[in-house]
């Protein structure tokens, strides 16, 4: 039987705007966004009673920003205060997002409740049982906290307090994803006399390391953009009375961030496209488990649509029909956008090569693509366009670059490869 139990949470950011979805979403799904990370923080307190834990701990970035809202802070403490009525304690403490100096209304802690300081403490797991186990926490005074923290940590430990953990907000390893706050290497944290490191920080989960000590990111338990996909939750943690641990994934999302993948190469029609396009978003639905889903939608690869997909609001109108044939469901998919990363049916590699117009079309293009003087000789061509004044309104803010020029050459390339293979197909 575990002796321990406890929830390992970090990067709530409660609150959290989704300013750009939620600006062009229907109303239901901004609505759904606008709570998602309350709902998730609500489950996150729901697994603690249901699983009859001894405590919550939650590894900094509560908040979304350094001065956070009321709501998000009358959230948090109602959670808090669930699990003092439920003999629950909680241990949290603030990262780069959330800082001890940030606006914040003066609320009373619930009873049970332990929010750490600038300076490393420790507290007993459980007050009753103080030699059963012992959480030490820091949290960040300011938002830009550069050192080392882990032998602060070290310093502080007790021996004879039982199993120890550690609750810390850090960049461990050097994660090239995240910004480098309180960075740290695994052996500062092996070296430091834990048992086991509570992280937060990096929202995608992972266990760093298994054993003595055991040192895990939980991740953010609500995704919050297409870099945030699939399952989002928390660590229940068990320990028993030999020190051996458990780590089960718990999710307690309520909104999944899914890309869509579609390839076009084996598709001959618009019909086809469409339906394997729905196809794909009732596969992503089942297998959300009851999450409804924001979704990008990727096309890839050479076909026949690429020319009907690349004309000027088709990817839109595309977009718009699969949103009015899953986003007003109960659980629904709401596409917010299209990614074209598709071809023309001609492999422009082979096509090189070719003694035939087309190789001819392929290699001038390439080499007025790679000349040094091609952006020049493109912007005096297109002079007597760019002197027309509704031109000139128009591009006031906005002179292409060379970069401009040379991607307007690589889509002129793309039509004409297109017009050609349409061509050929024709009887």
């Known amino acids: ?52 834990v001894n405590a919550l701990l939650v590894a900094g970035d509560i908040y979304d920003g350094a001065d956070r809202s009321l709501r998000a802070q009358l959230r948090f403490m109602d959670g808090l205060a669930q ?9 949290i403490c603030h990262g780069n997002h959330d800082p001890l100096d940030g606006w914040e209304a003066r609320l009373d802690l619930p009873e049970g ?3 750490f300081g600038a300076q490393v403490e420790g507290f ?19 938002r830009d906290v550069r050192d080392n923290l882990a032998p602060h940590f070290a310093a502080a430990v007790s021996r004879d307090q039982g199993y120890s953990i550690g609750l810390l907000h850090a960049n461990v390893g050097g994660n090239q994803d995240h ?36 040192v895990a990111y939980p991740g953010n338990p609500q995704g919050r953009h297409p870099n945030e996909p699939g399952a989002r939750g928390v660590y229940l943690i068990e320990v028993d009375d030999h020190g051996g641990i458990q780590l089960t994934f718990r999710p307690v999302d309520v909104v999944r961030w899914e890309t869509l993948t579609l390839d076009i190469g084996p598709l001959e ?19 959300a488990e009851g999450r409804s889903v924001v979704a990008r939608l990727e096309m ?60 001819d079309l392929l290699r001038l293009s390439s080499e007025l693509r790679a000349g040094e003087d091609t952006p020049s000789e493109l ?49």
């Open 124 to 142: 007993p797991l459980v007050p009753d049982e103080p030699g059963r186990g012992a959480v030490y926490g820091i949290s960040y005074p300011t």
């Open 379 to 427: 912007r005096e061509l297109l002079q007597p366009l760019y002197g027309r004044r509704e031109v000139r309104d128009l591009l006031r803010d906005h002179a292409p670059t060379d970069g401009d020029l040379r991607e307007l050459l690589a889509l002129a390339e793309e039509e004409c490869l297109a017009a050609l293979a349409e061509e050929d197909e024709t009887p």
């Open 1 to 52: 039987m575990p002796t321990i139990r406890f929830i390992h949470a970090a990067d709530l950011h409660l609150d959290s705007p989704f300013r750009g979805i939620r600006s062009e979403a229907p109303a239901h799904i901004a609505q759904a966004m606008g709570s998602a990370t309350f709902h998730a923080y609500r489950n996150i307190i729901d697994l603690c009673k249901q699983e009859e």
């Open 113 to 115: 409740c332990v929010r």
């Open 179 to 214: 910004d480098s706050y309180a960075p740290c290497s695994l052996s500062d944290l092996a070296d430091a006399g834990f048992n086991y490191w509570a992280l937060g920080h990096v929202h995608t989960r992972q266990v760093l390391r298994t054993g003595d000590p055991t």
């Open 300 to 359: 890839t690869g050479r076909g026949p649509l690429h020319r009907w997909l690349s004309s000027p609001g088709t990817a839109e109108e595309v977009r718009e029909r699969l949103n009015e044939n899953h986003a007003n469901q109960d659980t629904w998919l709401w596409c917010e956008g299209i990614r074209l990363a598709t071809a023309s049916p001609v492999d422009r590699e082979a096509a090189l090569g070719r003694e035939d117009f087309v190789g």
């Open 269 to 287: 029609t618009e019909q086809a496209l469409l339906d394997r396009m729905d196809d794909l978003a009732s596969v992503t639905l089942d297998s």
């Open 83 to 91: 699990l003092s009525q439920a003999g629950i304690r909680s241990f």
